[in-house]
């Protein structure tokens, strides 16, 4: 008698298990380990116990504001949209529902990695070509975007700037100084520099000059070039190496610190070689002066910012419009996040919402 049964015909033997990687602890902390988070699909129960404590799965994005923002785009059934940051896909979600059953909307994203995904997720949540177009493009090039698929312009336009929190999270993409990962921050990382190669070259007056200019760090000139100092004999290439060297600047300049203070530093000059290895402001500047060629008559705009430079280049483009004839309106005061929002995503407090409406 055979030690086993033959197999059926036309089934495939199973193949051996493989057991779950094990992690120290109760719960993962390794973003590679926390399989549950990063399949939400098969544990919806897990996911939701995640979301309830106010943190954000592994792999994903809360999208911010979401009510204020459709109150703002007043998006109507027909109407054509365009999400310029698509992100994860939250806001898109929200609109596309709104704009249902004979509305569009033409969805943006420069990220190569993310951009598929949140592409695949949107057509197996229903929404085929003829309801949701995705491009791949950074959302200053919006005005080619709409000549290439033959329209004059959008009833609503939303640009939900910064990065996600799948780039943050994911130590792959470089942007984390919580675990150690390639020195990186570029938010398509096909386009040079890398902040490793940024760092490398960069000036001890440039790079002072985005310290202060693009996160407001006090101790910039000192930082720039005391990290132009060290480069010389070990050249940046890891987070935490980068992390390290700003603590250890930190603590020579200001003995009489406070050690909690250190990680905010770490932050602020983390986001300040970000927007420049990605050229964010640029980016912006250039996406603000082709806005309303991009709007219809009567077209609205909502523009959601995480940091004092985006802002304050939001509300500077948005009043000049107004003065200009441009604009119709324009938010006079910022929308935020309220209490119950803020508890429960913490990432939204920093977030700021302004809003204009094309003159017809």
Same mark, same amino acid.
């Given at each position: 008698?055979?030690?086993?049964?033959?197999?059926?015909?036309?089934?495939?033997?199973?193949?051996?298990?493989?057991?779950?990687?094990?992690?120290?602890?109760?719960?993962?902390?390794?973003?590679?380990?926390?399989?549950?988070?990063?399949?939400?699909?098969?544990?919806?129960?897990?996911?939701?116990?995640?979301?309830?404590?106010?943190?954000?799965?592994?792999?994903?994005?809360?999208?911010?504001?979401?009510?204020?923002?459709?109150?703002?785009?007043?998006?109507?059934?027909?109407?054509?949209?365009?999400?310029?940051?698509?992100?994860?896909?939250?806001?898109?979600?929200?609109?596309?529902?709104?704009?249902?059953?004979?509305?569009?909307?033409?969805?943006?994203?420069?990220?190569?990695?993310?951009?598929?995904?949140?592409?695949?997720?949107?057509?197996?949540?229903?929404?085929?070509?003829?309801?949701?177009?995705?491009?791949?493009?950074?959302?200053?090039?919006?005005?080619?975007?709409?000549?290439?698929?033959?329209?004059?312009?959008?009833?609503?336009?939303?640009?939900?700037?910064?990065?996600?929190?799948?780039?943050?999270?994911?130590?792959?993409?470089?942007?984390?100084?919580?675990?150690?990962?390639?020195?990186?921050?570029?938010?398509?990382?096909?386009?040079?520099?890398?902040?490793?190669?940024?760092?490398?070259?960069?000036?001890?007056?440039?790079?002072?000059?985005?310290?202060?200019?693009?996160?407001?760090?006090?101790?910039?000139?000192?930082?720039?070039?005391?990290?132009?100092?060290?480069?010389?004999?070990?050249?940046?290439?890891?987070?935490?190496?980068?992390?390290?060297?700003?603590?250890?600047?930190?603590?020579?300049?200001?003995?009489?610190?406070?050690?909690?203070?250190?990680?905010?530093?770490?932050?602020?000059?983390?986001?300040?070689?970000?927007?420049?290895?990605?050229?964010?402001?640029?980016?912006?500047?250039?996406?603000? &002066? %082709?806005?309303?060629?991009? +709007? @219809?008559? =009567?077209? *609205?705009?909502? $523009?959601?910012?995480?940091? #004092?430079? /985006?802002? &304050? %280049?939001?509300?500077?483009? +948005? @009043?000049? =419009?107004? *003065?200009?004839? $441009?604009?119709?309106?324009? #938010?006079? /005061?910022?929308? %935020?996040?309220?209490?119950?929002? @803020?508890?429960?995503?913490?990432?939204?407090?920093?977030?700021?919402?302004?809003?204009?409406?094309?003159?017809?």
């Amino acid at each position: 008698m055979p030690d086993s049964a033959p197999t059926p015909p036309g089934d495939a033997p199973p193949g051996p298990h493989v057991r779950r990687v094990r992690y120290a602890g109760k719960h993962p902390r390794r973003f590679a380990d926390k399989y549950k988070e990063l399949q939400p699909e098969r544990y919806a129960a897990d996911v939701a116990k995640v979301l309830a404590s106010g943190k954000t799965p592994a792999g994903t994005h809360r999208p911010i504001l979401v009510a204020e923002i459709l109150g703002v785009l007043a998006l109507r059934p027909g109407e054509l949209a365009v999400d310029c940051t698509l992100g994860f896909g939250g806001h898109a979600q929200a609109m596309l529902a709104r704009l249902a059953p004979d509305g569009r909307l033409i969805g943006l994203d420069v990220d190569p990695v993310e951009h598929p995904k949140t592409t695949a997720r949107l057509r197996a949540a229903g929404w085929g070509e003829a309801a949701f177009t995705a491009v791949r493009s950074n959302f200053a090039a919006l005005p080619a975007v709409l000549a290439s698929l033959g329209l004059d312009g959008a009833d609503a336009i939303l640009a939900d700037l910064g990065v996600s929190s799948m780039q943050l999270d994911d130590p792959a993409r470089g942007f984390t100084f919580k675990t150690d990962c390639p020195l990186d921050l570029r938010l398509n990382p096909s386009r040079p520099p890398s902040a490793a190669e940024w760092l490398a070259r960069v000036s001890p007056d440039t790079l002072a000059a985005a310290l202060h200019d693009h996160a407001d760090e006090p101790d910039a000139a000192a930082l720039a070039r005391g990290l132009v100092a060290r480069r010389a004999d070990t050249p940046f290439t890891r987070t935490l190496q980068l992390a390290s060297a700003i603590r250890d600047l930190r603590a020579a300049h200001r003995p009489r610190r406070d050690p909690a203070e250190d990680d905010d530093c770490v932050r602020r000059v983390f986001q300040a070689i970000r927007i420049a290895v990605n050229d964010e402001f640029g980016t912006l500047e250039l996406f603000l &002066r %082709r806005l309303p060629s991009c +709007l @219809r008559a =009567g077209g *609205r705009v909502a $523009i959601l910012t995480f940091h #004092s430079g /985006e802002d &304050r %280049r939001v509300k500077q483009a +948005l @009043r000049e =419009g107004v *003065r200009a004839g $441009i604009y119709a309106s324009a #938010s006079e /005061e910022v929308g %935020r996040a309220g209490p119950e929002e @803020r508890r429960d995503n913490p990432r939204s407090s920093s977030a700021k919402l302004r809003w204009a409406v094309r003159a017809g």
